[in-house]
């Protein structure tokens, strides 16, 4: 498999690198020498930097290390965060203007749950998206089928096509 992002313009910054982000990063064959994508996780903030830093380098990945830089930086943001943690990191992000960066809110849980998060995203400059995912990541890792639901469907569309992932559009609701 090709390296999706090695002629990707557009900046992508995964939010929150745990089980989830590793195997959507592993299926998408972003390692490499250069680093083509970006991570920003509250736990850079709260434990041993320099464990976690090695631990986006192993993937590929460049460590964004406040929600500001995260903001500036960022044209694609996959949320990835445990749904308990959806509020606090949604907050943190939604307090910087978003340069209307498509959010993806990549997580298993109700839509009522999603609803105030998009409203900050919205509300911050982002363009939220809600994708519900239908499957456990293995073994398709990213081409894990999904579906896309908000305002922003289209867009959202055509950034999954442009790197090869696995989503169909359930509609403007969300």
């Given at each position: 498999?090709?390296?999706?992002l090695?002629?990707y313009d557009r900046?992508?910054?995964?939010?929150?690198f745990?089980?989830?982000a590793r195997?959507?990063?592993?299926g998408s064959k972003?390692?490499g020498?250069n680093?083509?994508?970006s991570?920003?996780?509250?736990?850079?903030?709260?434990q041993?930097?320099?464990?976690k830093?090695a631990?986006?380098?192993?993937?590929?990945?460049?460590a964004?290390l406040?929600c500001?830089?995260?903001?500036?930086?960022?044209?694609?943001?996959?949320s990835?965060?445990?749904?308990?943690q959806?509020e606090?990191?949604?907050?943190?992000?939604a307090?910087?203007?978003?340069n209307?960066?498509?959010y993806?809110d990549?997580?298993?849980?109700?839509?009522?749950?999603?609803?105030r998060?998009a409203k900050?995203?919205e509300?911050?400059?982002g363009?939220?998206?809600?994708?519900?995912?239908l499957?456990?990541?293995h073994?398709?890792l990213?081409?894990?089928?999904c579906?896309?639901a908000?305002?922003h469907t289209?867009a959202?569309?055509?950034?999954?096509?442009?790197?090869c992932?696995?989503a169909q559009s359930?509609g403007?609701?969300?």
């Open positions: 498999m090709y390296n999706v090695a002629k900046k992508v910054t995964l939010i929150a745990g089980e989830a195997e959507f990063v592993s972003f390692a020498k680093s083509l994508f991570v920003h996780d509250i736990k850079t903030d709260v041993d930097l320099a464990r830093e631990d986006y380098r192993k993937f590929g990945a460049k964004i406040d500001q830089d995260t903001c500036k930086e960022t044209d694609i943001m996959f990835l965060v445990p749904a308990n959806t606090h990191a949604t907050k943190a992000l307090s910087e203007h978003m209307s960066a498509l993806f990549y997580k298993s849980c109700a839509a009522k749950t999603k609803r998060p900050l995203i509300a911050a400059g363009r939220y998206a809600d994708l519900a995912t499957t456990s990541a073994p398709k990213r081409q894990s089928p579906f896309i908000g305002p289209a959202v569309q055509a950034v999954m096509t442009d790197l992932m696995g359930a403007p609701q969300q």
